[in-house]
């Protein structure tokens, strides 16, 4: 059965009004591709742009990049999260060649949210602006896990105004490369279904499709269930990531999802300091 999933893209409506006129450009720096978003204190508005040859690229590509994801817009700073160092440096020389800031979550920008990882700077900056993103969208539910389906599906907990901590796993799209790379006939999985329900694969596309994609929704509810457990109590979970619609659609525990959650964390880490 099809999961009627929710998805949210929340303004930031108890953020100042009078910095309406304020622009940033948000840039997620992951292993499979770059993403960058406008935003201004009422969360993001505009084009998500993707770059998918981020790690090959030189600062004049990254230039072109930015400067188009600006659409015209002079942002007031690049806020930045990355989880690829090598691009740090590359992205900070365009960003001078266009003439605007960069500041760094969470290294120029504090991310307001207890860090209660054994060693804080192991972190990913992803997970931690993503976890407080959701723990502001949704400030009524008491426990929290985001699950992202990156290059890595990772579960992130958090409890109140902390992040506890979570899970790392092989992602759909690796594994989905994996079998196809690893085997001498398994095609690429599409990743894509021919109905809500599962069924006995008569096909290798459809099998393989079936077994990653509803693989992957008993992979969220049984360790979300087990999660609960150790959290104490029932929890709110909200996916994220490329393939996060797909898997909601026949995961009936996922309630929300929000493609665009760092970008909305990164808006948030910079303007929420703003509020008196």
Not at 209 to 235: I, K
């Amino acid at each position: 059965m099809t999961n009627d999933i929710l998805v949210e893209q929340l303004p930031g409506k108890d953020l100042m009004l009078d910095s309406m006129d304020k622009i940033i450009l948000t840039l997620d720096v992951g292993n499979t591709q770059a993403k960058a978003r406008p935003a201004r204190a009422a969360g993001t508005f505009g084009e998500t742009r993707a770059f998918s040859g981020h790690k090959e690229s030189d600062a004049g590509a990254w230039t072109g990049f930015l400067e188009q994801a600006a659409a015209g817009i002079r942002p007031q700073a690049l806020v930045l999260a990355s989880v690829v160092p090598a691009a740090d440096v590359l992205v900070r020389e365009a960003a001078a060649r266009l003439g605007w800031p960069v500041l760094a979550v969470p290294g120029d920008l504090a991310v307001p949210l207890r860090n209660r990882y054994a060693r804080p700077a192991e972190v990913g900056a992803d997970r931690l602006v993503g976890s407080f993103a959701a723990r502001r969208m949704f400030p009524d539910q008491e426990r929290l896990v985001v699950v992202d389906f990156g290059t890595a599906t990772t579960f992130d907990c958090i409890q109140g105004d902390a992040f506890l901590g979570g899970l790392i796993c092989p992602g759909l799209l690796s594994a989905s490369r994996a079998l196809h790379q690893e085997t001498a006939k398994l095609p690429l999985p599409t990743l894509e279904l021919l109905s809500g329900d599962l069924h006995i694969g008569l096909s290798t596309m459809d099998s393989m499709n079936q077994g990653l994609l509803f693989g992957a929704a008993a992979q969220v509810e049984g360790l979300t269930r087990r999660l609960a457990g150790v959290m104490g109590g029932e929890v709110f979970v909200l996916a994220t990531g490329g393939l996060a619609e797909r898997v909601a659609r026949v995961c009936p525990v996922i309630r929300a999802v929000v493609p665009d959650l760092l970008a909305e964390g990164l808006a948030r880490v910079y303007f929420e300091p703003a509020r008196p």
